[in-house]
């Protein structure tokens, strides 16, 4: 499967950019829960590792807070891969919106 790889900054705190993440992905599962499934996410201090299903394609990943920026790191199911600039671009409008100041 093809790897993405994500470094969005922040200028907030890294736990109240920690709390804002873990939030989105409860939204996520309620705004969305119609086109994804057995979305699973387990934090260990600052990186949460994750798993779902969209679309009927299964991914996952992880994503760390780190002082200053959000890194994931993610597979892209192969099918998925001519969109992944627009994946790409929503994932990064999404989370600078969320971790804005």
């Known amino acids: 499967m093809p ?3 994500m470094k969005i900054p ?3 705190s890294e736990d109240e ?3 804002r993440i873990k939030g989105m992905i409860n939204e996520l599962k309620q ?3 119609n ?3 057995n979305l699973k996410e387990d934090w ?3 990186t949460g590792t994750f798993s779902l299903t969209a679309q009927g394609f299964n991914t996952g990943g992880t994503l760390t807070v780190e002082p200053n920026q959000v890194v994931l790191n993610g597979d892209i199911p ?3 891969k001519p969109f992944q600039g627009m994946i790409e671009a929503t994932i990064r409008e999404r989370v ?3 971790l804005a100041p």
């Open 3 to 5: 790897k993405m790889t």
């Open 17 to 19: 950019a920690l709390q």
């Open 31 to 33: 705004q969305h829960g």
């Open 35 to 37: 086109q994804v499934s």
């Open 78 to 80: 192969w099918a998925a």
């Open 96 to 98: 600078d919106r969320l």
């Open 10 to 12: 922040y200028q907030i």
């Open 44 to 46: 260990q201090g600052n």
